[in-house]
C-alpha cells in the first residue's frame, strides 16, 4: 500500500509562516521526485512546487517562487514546504505528490503525479 499523509495546515495571517511536511505510509520514493500541488475554492489545481529524486533541483511555481521551499528527507521519507511572507492568495487545499517512477526532468503537471495525499488546509487571512 502507498499513502502520503499531510500535515501542517491551518489558519495564518498574511506575512506569516507555515510548514507542510507529507510521509510515505507505504513504500520509499526516494528515486522519485515529489512536490506540492493546490486549489483553492473555485479555482482550478495548480502546482506549486516540485524536487527531484535526488533533491538536487528544484521547480517552483512563479507565484511562490522566493517565498515558499521544497524539500525532502529520503531517509525519513518525508517531503516538506516551508511557506513564508503568505498572503490571502496561498488560501486552498494543498496536496503531497509522489511521481511512480524516477524522471529525469521535474514534472510540474499533474498528470505525470501518480500518488496523491489527501490534502491539508492552508488559510491566509488578510
Known amino acids: 500500500q502507498v499513502q502520503l499523509v499531510e500535515s501542517g495546515g491551518g489558519l495564518v495571517q498574511a506575512g506569516g509562516s507555515l510548514r507542510l511536511s507529507c510521509a510515505d505510509s507505504g513504500r520509499t520514493f526516494s528515486n522519485n521526485a515529489m512536490g506540492w500541488f493546490r486549489q483553492a475554492p473555485g479555482k482550478e489545481r495548480e502546482f506549486v512546487a516540485a524536487?527531484?529524486?535526488?533533491?538536487?533541483?528544484?521547480v517552483y511555481a512563479e507565484s511562490v517562487k522566493g517565498r515558499f521551499t521544497i524539500s525532502r528527507d529520503n531517509a525519513k521519507n518525508t517531503v516538506t514546504l516551508q511557506m513564508n511572507i503568505l498572503v490571502p492568495e496561498d488560501t486552498a487545499v494543498y496536496y503531497c505528490v509522489a511521481d511512480a517512477q524516477r524522471r529525469t526532468d521535474v514534472p510540474t503537471t499533474a498528470k505525470l503525479y501518480e500518488y496523491w495525499g489527501q490534502g491539508t488546509q492552508v488559510t491566509v487571512s488578510s
Open positions: 524536487i527531484n529524486w535526488r533533491g538536487s533541483a528544484t
